[in-house]
């Protein structure tokens, strides 16, 4: 008996077998077994398992020979012993032992399982089906349809499915399962945690994001608000799939955030460690990620097979990482490895073989094996389309890879085609996907769609010479994927605000709540950057405003669908134009080379009155975004007023951008511009052209936000009636001296820019007009005054950060990356309570003086039609690649103004009463004439008075809108 108190080992055997035999001799058989199983257990617990597993052979050997008739116990010894031999990775042995289990079962019990899938090593998933299929019959049968026991077989099946590719037949288990544990079990049964991360899988595979992140964080709910203490670590595997999620859809700080957490809670799993070594692979964190796949890859050998297929997942990401630091032989050798692994484990069928061929056509095509790699993406792109149809994520990824290598083998035929179809796909998703994303979100995902039409476009420009069918391509192009997020924000703010629904308006006003909040945080983070509960809230704030424009956008589905299907075609532009015009949409467009770098370039599509249309690349991003920046430095402090140095700047920039459609804008004396990029910070008409003269001496310069803006709105309000006028807020300052050298500016030009605002606009208009200024210009009379006016001139200081401007990489590091990139919040006016405080103070009033560019976007400005905002730099901001500039002139479009007219840099007082002064009294429809007649007539005063032209005192304003 000492013996038995150690360590049971398998070859140990004498002692426990004469105490067996014993037991046999003198009781009866079947004790035998029971004491044999006995001591399997026991070797099982003392860690043994090998021990365990002869043991219980032996007393299932018992079973057999003196209890035939009680198959289930034969049942129960061979699926123990199946359970050993998988712990030990004798898969084999253990899927006979499970094969045995099943051939004793007797079908009419079905308390228990005995089919226990092996599929995941052996690939039997056609036979584990099959074994399920039965078993649901069975219960079905003798259970009903709605007991727990039959929905955890309908689970067991979903999972089966999810491996074998068929998504939509595991999402309808996965429903069934969810449907009967709720009503049996209760919300809060951990099981529905299981099913409901599941669903929340199989629906990203499906790219259904919105109902996936749905169902993920009610799964963390489930398991992090469970009685058993020891389920809430469960909460690991839903949150691992929503940082997947989140970096699907470009959201690389929320992903790296929400797997960190998942990694506290199991800092060995696999899949975690994956997932975040991809978001680091999107930061460029080249090391981090490297770490994380060994880490996974480590853990994979130490639990599973050696030909087990995740071991693949590991090995591909270590692949990712070498081809981005460019190391071809290197993810070569771990890609061919990962395919033999795929091969052995799962076949020739699966999509995880096609992920092997993409990453393969890849690393040759950068090793120019141009052979070779075509027929990777061929073999690719055939296997993703059979798993997941033509309509998915990585279809698109070997489309585009495969029009960039057709490209460089001069065919550019098929990688036109390609690239069309990869654009297609990529829309599709957006589109599918974009009514229920907050409009940050929107940007970050929309980045994959920008690359795939740029990667079309290049396709387009590279053939030999450009037919009416390729300009009408590139004007779709152009047309769809530019401002596409701009017009669909448009169409949601102008649905909420029309809504008779009470749900849509609570949660609107919470929405307009939160975004205050929002602005007087940043406001205050602003002044104390070292406070970090500050930066925590405005992260927080951010995060719940998506939550409820997410919400909010639920509720105009078919309206943003609509805006999304009906594009404007080429025929509505050239309806749309003026008499005697030309529109010029400009493109800032950015597509990957088989290296994994980022090419950029600009292009333009001219469409013009006359019916004409050209599509035109004016080459690489880099010279042209240089040749602004050198533009812009003539308005920047310390000002030179040299007019020689500036028409030079001036010259070679109109010579990169519309030199090449000079022949066309010669004929036409109106010009409509769309900007993009840093062209959003470009006044065309100070350009210099090539008779030396400025543009806007020969043609009349307006702008819009995007090309729906030449077509009459979807949505219209009646316009409205009066004129607002906001002026000199710093009048009434304890120490005006001291608050106009903090905010910038003094204003005490202002007062007298209001006045002929008013004398211009009662001479011709009727309706009265509304002077807020000195101790009145408040943010509390301001919005009681806005609304239901026809114009709102607002002739105070403006507020910008430039020290906002970071790197707008998705997935910054930064703290506050999530709520910096592509805020409102860095733009501002200044209104009478800065006066009465520090500038920036850490004040708790719901009035801080800054009307930041957020709380404008909450206003309804519906049947506003112009809006002058003189102040310095109100038309500058934060650039977003095809949307435009991030600031105040934006706001003042979503709140639902039609016209724009803002400063590109700081004005001299008197030029901006004159300037401004002539365009107050029109009635909005020639507002870019107006501007055109008063900044040539003050030209014509400079060069009498000064004899120069320089354009800082009338070149800054531009008019947004028609």
């Given at each position: 008996?000492?013996?038995?108190?150690?360590?049971?080992?398998g070859?140990?055997?004498?002692?426990?077998?004469?105490?067996?035999?014993?037991?046999?001799?003198?009781?009866?058989?079947?004790?035998?077994g029971?004491?044999?199983?006995?001591?399997?257990?026991?070797?099982?617990?003392?860690?043994?398992?090998?021990?365990?597993?002869?043991?219980?052979?032996?007393?299932?050997?018992?079973?057999?020979?003196?209890?035939?008739?009680?198959?289930?116990?034969?049942?129960?010894?061979?699926?123990?012993?199946?359970?050993?031999?998988y712990?030990?990775?004798?898969?084999?042995?253990?899927?006979?032992?499970?094969?045995?289990?099943?051939?004793?079962?007797?079908?009419?019990?079905?308390?228990?399982?005995?089919?226990?899938?092996?599929?995941?090593?052996?690939?039997?998933?056609?036979?584990?089906?099959?074994?399920?299929?039965?078993?649901?019959?069975?219960?079905?049968?003798?259970?009903?349809?709605?007991?727990?026991e039959?929905?955890?077989?309908?689970?067991?099946?979903?999972?089966?499915?999810?491996?074998?590719?068929?998504?939509?037949?595991?999402?309808?288990?996965?429903?069934?399962?969810?449907?009967?544990?709720?009503k049996?079990?209760?919300?809060r049964?951990?099981?529905?945690?299981?099913?409901?991360?599941?669903?929340?899988?199989?629906?990203?595979?499906?790219?259904q994001?919105?109902?996936?992140?749905?169902?993920?964080?009610?799964?963390?709910?489930?398991?992090?608000?469970?009685?058993?203490?020891?389920?809430?670590?469960?909460?690991?595997?839903?949150?691992?799939?929503?940082?997947?999620?989140?970096q699907?859809?470009?959201?690389?700080?929320?992903?790296?955030?929400?797997?960190?957490?998942?990694?506290?809670?199991?800092?060995?799993?696999?899949?975690?460690?994956?997932?975040?070594?991809?978001?680091?692979?999107?930061?460029?964190?080249?090391?981090?990620?490297?770490?994380?796949?060994?880490?996974?890859?480590?853990?994979?050998?130490?639990?599973?097979?050696?030909?087990?297929?995740?071991?693949?997942?590991?090995?591909?990401?270590?692949?990712e990482?070498?081809?981005?630091?460019?190391?071809?032989?290197?993810?070569?050798?771990?890609?061919?490895?990962?395919?033999r692994?795929?091969?052995?484990?799962?076949?020739?069928?699966?999509?995880?073989?096609?992920?092997?061929?993409?990453?393969?056509?890849?690393?040759?095509?950068?090793?120019?094996?141009?052979?070779?790699a075509?027929?990777?993406?061929?073999?690719?792109?055939?296997l993703?389309?059979?798993?997941?149809?033509?309509?998915?994520?990585?279809?698109?990824?070997?489309?585009?890879?495969?029009a960039?290598?057709?490209?460089?083998?001069?065919s550019?035929?098929?990688?036109?085609?390609?690239?069309?179809?990869?654009?297609?796909?990529?829309?599709?998703?957006?589109?599918?996907?974009?009514?229920?994303?907050?409009?940050?979100?929107?940007?970050?995902?929309?980045?994959?769609?920008?690359?795939a039409?740029?990667?079309?476009?290049?396709?387009l420009?590279?053939?030999p010479?450009?037919?009416?069918?390729?300009?009408?391509?590139?004007?779709?192009?152009?047309?769809?994927?530019?401002?596409?997020?701009?017009?669909r924000?448009?169409?949601?703010?102008?649905?909420?605000?029309?809504?008779?629904?009470?749900n849509?308006?609570?949660?609107?006003?919470?929405?307009?709540?939160?975004?205050?909040?929002?602005?007087?945080c940043?406001?205050?983070?602003?002044?104390?950057?070292?406070?970090?509960?500050?930066?925590?809230?405005?992260?927080?704030?951010?995060?719940?405003?998506?939550?409820?424009?997410?919400?909010?956008?639920?509720?105009?589905?078919?309206?943003?669908?609509?805006?999304?299907?009906?594009?404007?075609?080429?025929?509505?532009?050239?309806?749309?134009?003026p008499?005697?015009?030309?529109?010029?949409?400009?493109?800032?467009?950015?597509?990957?080379?088989?290296?994994?770098?980022?090419?950029?370039?600009?292009?333009?599509?001219?469409?013009?009155?006359?019916?004409?249309?050209?599509?035109?690349?004016?080459?690489t991003?880099?010279?042209?975004?240089?040749?602004?920046?050198?533009?812009?430095?003539?308005?920047?402090?310390?000002?030179?007023?040299?007019?020689?140095?500036?028409?030079?700047?001036?010259?070679?920039?109109?010579?990169?951008?519309?030199?090449?459609?000079?022949?066309?804008?010669?004929?036409?004396s109106?010009?409509?511009?769309?900007?993009?990029?840093?062209?959003?910070?470009v006044?065309?008409?100070?350009?210099?052209?090539?008779?030396?003269?400025?543009?806007?001496?020969?043609?009349?310069?307006?702008?819009?936000?995007?090309?729906?803006?030449?077509?009459?709105q979807?949505?219209?309000?009646?316009?409205?009636?009066?004129?607002?006028v906001?002026?000199?807020?710093?009048?009434?300052?304890?120490?005006?001296q001291?608050?106009?050298?903090?905010?910038?500016?003094n204003?005490?030009?202002?007062?007298?820019?209001?006045?002929?605002?008013?004398?211009?606009?009662?001479?011709?208009?009727?309706?009265?007009?509304?002077?807020?200024?000195?101790k009145?210009?408040?943010e509390?009379?301001?919005?009681?005054?806005?609304?239901?006016?026809?114009?709102?001139?607002?002739?105070?200081?403006?507020?910008?950060?430039?020290?906002?401007?970071?790197?707008?990489?998705?997935?910054a590091?930064?703290p506050?990356?999530?709520?910096?990139?592509?805020?409102?919040?860095?733009?501002?006016?200044?209104?009478?309570?800065?006066?009465?405080?520090?500038?920036?103070?850490?004040?708790?009033?719901?009035?801080?003086?800054?009307?930041?560019?957020?709380?404008?976007?909450s206003?309804?400005?519906?049947?506003?039609?112009?809006?002058?905002?003189?102040?310095c730099?109100?038309?500058?901001g934060?650039?977003?690649?095809?949307?435009?500039?991030?600031?105040?002139?934006r706001?003042?479009?979503?709140?639902?103004?039609?016209?724009?007219?803002?400063?590109?840099?700081?004005?001299?007082?008197?030029?901006?009463?004159?300037?401004?002064?002539?365009?107050?009294?029109?009635?909005?429809?020639?507002?870019?004439?107006?501007?055109?007649?008063?900044?040539?007539r003050?030209?014509?005063i400079?060069?009498?008075?000064?004899?120069m032209?320089?354009?800082?005192a009338?070149?800054?304003?531009?008019?947004?809108?028609?």
């Amino acid at each position: 008996m000492q013996v038995l108190k150690h360590r049971i080992h398998g070859r140990n055997l004498i002692l426990p077998g004469i105490i067996a035999v014993l037991c046999l001799l003198i009781a009866r058989p079947y004790l035998a077994g029971a004491y044999c199983k006995w001591l399997a257990g026991h070797s099982a617990r003392q860690g043994n398992i090998m021990a365990a597993y002869l043991w219980n052979e032996r007393g299932r050997s018992w079973h057999e020979k003196m209890l035939m008739a009680k198959r289930r116990v034969s049942a129960r010894d061979s699926w123990k012993s199946g359970d050993f031999c998988y712990q030990i990775r004798q898969y084999w042995i253990a899927n006979e032992c499970y094969r045995r289990a099943l051939h004793y079962i007797d079908e009419s019990y079905v308390g228990v399982d005995y089919w226990k899938r092996n599929d995941e090593v052996l690939g039997s998933l056609s036979e584990a089906e099959c074994g399920y299929r039965r078993l649901l019959d069975v219960r079905c049968l003798l259970l009903g349809d709605d007991d727990p026991e039959t929905a955890a077989v309908h689970y067991a099946l979903g999972r089966i499915y999810q491996r074998q590719g068929r998504y939509r037949d595991a999402v309808a288990a996965y429903t069934e399962t969810l449907r009967i544990w709720e009503k049996s079990l209760g919300p809060r049964s951990p099981y529905l945690g299981h099913v409901l991360k599941s669903l929340g899988g199989v629906l990203i595979d499906l790219c259904q994001y919105d109902r996936a992140e749905l169902y993920l964080i009610r799964a963390v709910d489930v398991y992090r608000n469970a009685d058993d203490e020891g389920v809430r670590p469960w909460a690991q595997g839903p949150l691992s799939n929503l940082g997947s999620l989140y970096q699907t859809l470009g959201r690389g700080a929320d992903a790296e955030r929400t797997l960190l957490q998942a990694l506290e809670l199991n800092p060995r799993d696999r899949f975690t460690l994956d997932d975040l070594a991809s978001v680091y692979v999107d930061q460029k964190r080249w090391a981090e990620a490297e770490e994380m796949y060994r880490r996974s890859l480590a853990v994979r050998r130490e639990k599973l097979a050696k030909t087990h297929h995740e071991i693949s997942w590991s090995l591909r990401g270590l692949a990712e990482v070498r081809v981005l630091q460019k190391d071809y032989p290197g993810a070569e050798r771990y890609y061919r490895d990962a395919e033999r692994i795929v091969r052995h484990s799962l076949g020739d069928d699966c999509a995880d073989l096609a992920s092997c061929w993409l990453g393969l056509a890849k690393v040759l095509h950068a090793q120019n094996e141009y052979r070779s790699a075509g027929s990777y993406y061929d073999r690719a792109i055939r296997l993703f389309e059979k798993n997941f149809g033509e309509v998915h994520p990585f279809v698109a990824d070997a489309l585009l890879g495969r029009a960039i290598l057709d490209r460089d083998r001069q065919s550019l035929e098929r990688a036109r085609d390609d690239a069309r179809r990869a654009l297609a796909v990529r829309y599709k998703l957006f589109s599918d996907l974009f009514p229920v994303l907050s409009e940050r979100n929107a940007l970050l995902y929309s980045n994959s769609l920008r690359l795939a039409a740029g990667v079309y476009l290049s396709d387009l420009f590279a053939l030999p010479a450009l037919s009416d069918e390729s300009n009408r391509e590139i004007a779709a192009v152009v047309g769809s994927i530019k401002g596409m997020i701009t017009d669909r924000m448009l169409a949601r703010h102008s649905q909420w605000e029309s809504s008779s629904d009470e749900n849509v308006g609570a949660r609107l006003d919470s929405l307009r709540a939160i975004q205050r909040a929002l602005a007087q945080c940043y406001q205050r983070a602003h002044a104390q950057p070292e406070d970090g509960s500050l930066r925590d809230r405005l992260a927080e704030l951010s995060e719940t405003k998506d939550q409820l424009e997410s919400e909010l956008a639920r509720t105009s589905r078919s309206d943003e669908r609509k805006t999304a299907e009906n594009g404007v075609s080429v025929e509505q532009v050239w309806d749309g134009l003026p008499d005697h015009s030309a529109l010029l949409n400009y493109f800032r467009y950015e597509y990957p080379d088989v290296t994994g770098n980022t090419v950029a370039g600009y292009a333009v599509v001219v469409y013009t009155k006359d019916r004409d249309l050209r599509g035109v690349d004016l080459g690489t991003a880099q010279p042209i975004d240089s040749l602004v920046r050198l533009y812009r430095s003539h308005f920047e402090p310390p000002i030179l007023l040299d007019t020689e140095s500036y028409r030079k700047s001036a010259s070679r920039l109109y010579h990169a951008i519309c030199a090449p459609v000079d022949s066309i804008l010669s004929q036409w004396s109106n010009l409509i511009i769309i900007p993009d990029g840093p062209l959003g910070l470009v006044s065309f008409a100070t350009l210099v052209d090539t008779t030396g003269s400025y543009l806007i001496e020969n043609h009349a310069v307006s702008y819009l936000t995007t090309i729906r803006d030449i077509i009459p709105q979807q949505f219209s309000t009646p316009a409205g009636a009066g004129l607002l006028v906001i002026a000199d807020p710093l009048a009434h300052c304890a120490n005006p001296q001291t608050d106009a050298t903090v905010l910038g500016a003094n204003l005490s030009g202002s007062t007298r820019e209001a006045n002929r605002a008013i004398a211009q606009w009662n001479r011709h208009h009727r309706a009265p007009a509304v002077l807020l200024a000195g101790k009145d210009a408040t943010e509390k009379m301001f919005r009681q005054y806005c609304r239901g006016n026809y114009a709102i001139h607002m002739a105070t200081h403006g507020y910008w950060d430039p020290a906002s401007v970071r790197d707008q990489d998705r997935g910054a590091r930064s703290p506050d990356a999530r709520t910096m990139t592509c805020s409102l919040l860095h733009s501002g006016l200044v209104l009478g309570e800065s006066c009465s405080r520090e500038y920036c103070s850490d004040t708790t009033s719901d009035e801080d003086g800054i009307l930041h560019a957020e709380e404008i976007a909450s206003l309804d400005l519906r049947g506003t039609q112009l809006v002058v905002l003189t102040s310095c730099n109100s038309g500058i901001g934060d650039i977003e690649p095809g949307e435009g500039i991030y600031g105040l002139r934006r706001a003042f479009r979503l709140a639902g103004a039609q016209t724009i007219v803002c400063a590109l840099w700081p004005i001299p007082d008197e030029a901006t009463a004159d300037l401004s002064s002539a365009m107050s009294g029109t009635d909005g429809e020639s507002i870019s004439e107006s501007l055109r007649e008063a900044s040539l007539r003050y030209i014509r005063i400079q060069r009498q008075t000064q004899g120069m032209d320089h354009p800082l005192a009338w070149g800054a304003l531009v008019v947004y809108g028609r």
